[in-house]
């Protein structure tokens, strides 16, 4: 197997008992990427070879900084790193350099983890598409001519071609989901509040984005999600919590999941879709799982209105001080700004009573399914070339991101989600589903994660190159 393949714990064990040196890890990782990213293009803004080298080798004469030390990850594009250019996508950020770490990058450096350039993404994230004007378009390793899903992209597919073992990502609209889906691989989008986002600007108001871990496991999303949880006190919402990792597969005798499937038609799939998200849930039935379908329990477009309400206004927060320069910003983003810049307070206000009623709702239908289950998209990877799908099965899109409808249930009330590979589809390419739970379920899901894990390991079905 190659070296960069290996599961992440394998890697971290090797490096702790002297068995594997960070220098013959690095080796390893620069000459995959080398093999791969020229077709896939997942990392930008690599760093060069010899300080990467040298910062291997010294990690190798120093005492154990933490649980990553002398790891090589690449961070997505829409986080700081000091000394690499970061850009979020933007021309307006090009050869952007910060002098200081965004808090998740500093956490992981803190670990022991050697940084090693940055993950593609949308500009600014927006849209499950990973292209933008400064990187281009990183492609599906599954089939090149595909788009590979967004945001968190470039680190979907640097995992699913064994560039890196670990990767973080971001989620606000199936950015951590969609990605695994499409590439094979898992990603969890933990609870609102347990992995913190940078102090500064507002911090009490916005509760739709998180960052999160990546991997070809649940064990190793287990390791990079204790190193960049728990709470910073300049924050006000962040709560601790227990470590996941080391990860033990749960006893799935018994749990009750409950299937949501389309949400009684209001999401859109294209065909083979539902019926590969079924075959998957058959998996959790034989190890002892009770799957039952569930009824629509709360409406689709009530939680849709909340939540375009929501993001034009956490977007606009974040944007509207670049509105000035709306010549060098794609449509899609002055349209968010705009949208948001223009509510009241009382639509905003509006919108958050609908999600809190949703979140009533769900908390009761968690006193009956330990977990429920969506498909983690709603369309196949797409031509590379286009910016999003205008229809999904004969359905028109009013919207460029309505075609991710399907992560917004729990996009809107901050559950956690794991996004679990289903398997792949009649063309070969790769669909996943998304497995959640109460908020503080966290650990839970990645326990039955790894059972099903153990019993699929879709991750091992590799893209050929």
């Known amino acids: 197997m190659t070296l960069t393949r290996r599961a992440a714990v394998d890697l971290l064990s090797d490096l702790r008992r002297g068995a594997l040196s960070a220098a013959e890890l690095m080796e390893g990782t620069l000459a995959r990427i080398g093999a791969v990213n020229g077709t896939v293009n997942a990392i930008v803004a690599l760093r060069g070879e010899d300080a990467l080298m040298a910062e291997a080798r010294a990690a190798d004469r120093a005492a154990t900084r933490g649980p990553l030390h002398g790891l090589p990850i690449a961070v997505k594009d829409l986080v700081n790193v000091a000394g690499i250019v970061s850009t979020q996508g933007s021309p307006l950020l090009a050869g952007h350099v910060p002098e200081a770490d965004d808090l998740i990058a500093a956490r992981m450096r803190a670990a022991g983890a050697i940084l090693i350039g940055k ?249 009956t399914y330990d977990a429920l289950v969506l498909p983690s998209a709603q369309v196949w990877p797409f031509d590379v070339d286009l910016p999003y799908p205008a229809e999904i099965a004969g359905r028109a899109m009013d919207t460029y991101h309505r075609w991710m409808q399907v992560v917004v249930p729990v996009s809107l009330i901050g559950l956690p989600a794991l996004a679990m590979p289903a398997g792949f589809g009649a063309a070969g390419l790769p669909m996943g589903l998304q497995l959640f739970g109460p908020r503080g379920g966290d650990a839970a899901l990645l326990r039955l994660g790894a059972a099903y894990h153990a019993a699929t390991e879709w991750p091992q079905k590799r893209p050929a190159m």
């Open 119 to 367: 993950t593609n993404s949308p500009e600014f994230g927006l849209g499950s598409h990973s292209f933008n004007p400064v990187y281009g378009a990183t492609r599906n390793p599954y089939d090149p001519a595909r788009s590979c899903g967004g945001s968190s992209g470039g680190a979907a597919v640097a995992l699913a071609t064994g560039m890196v073992a670990l990767a973080d990502g971001s989620d606000m609209m199936g950015s951590l989901r969609n990605p695994a889906a499409w590439n094979n691989v898992y990603g969890l989008r933990p609870s609102w509040g347990r992995v913190p986002g940078d102090p500064v600007g507002d911090t009490f108001l916005h509760q739709l984005a998180t960052l999160g871990p990546m991997a070809r496991s649940p064990g190793d999303l287990a390791v990079l999600l204790d190193v960049i949880s728990g709470p910073d006190p300049r924050l006000p919402h962040g709560h601790d919590c227990p470590p996941t990792a080391p990860l033990e597969p749960a006893e799935p005798k018994g749990l009750r999941i409950g299937w949501l499937g389309d949400w009684g038609g209001a999401f859109p799939m294209e065909a083979g879709i539902l019926d590969l998200c079924r075959d998957a849930l058959r998996v959790l039935e034989g190890l002892g799982c009770t799957v039952e379908p569930v009824a629509p329990p709360f409406s689709a477009e009530a939680m849709w209105d909340s939540w375009v309400t929501l993001r034009h206004w956490q977007v606009a927060a974040g944007l509207a001080p670049l509105i000035a320069q709306k010549a060098q910003l794609k449509e899609t983003a002055i349209w968010e700004v705009e949208s948001g810049m223009a509510l009241s307070a009382m639509e905003v206000h509006r919108a958050s009573v609908t999600r809190s009623d949703w979140f009533r709702t769900a908390a009761a239908l968690f006193e």
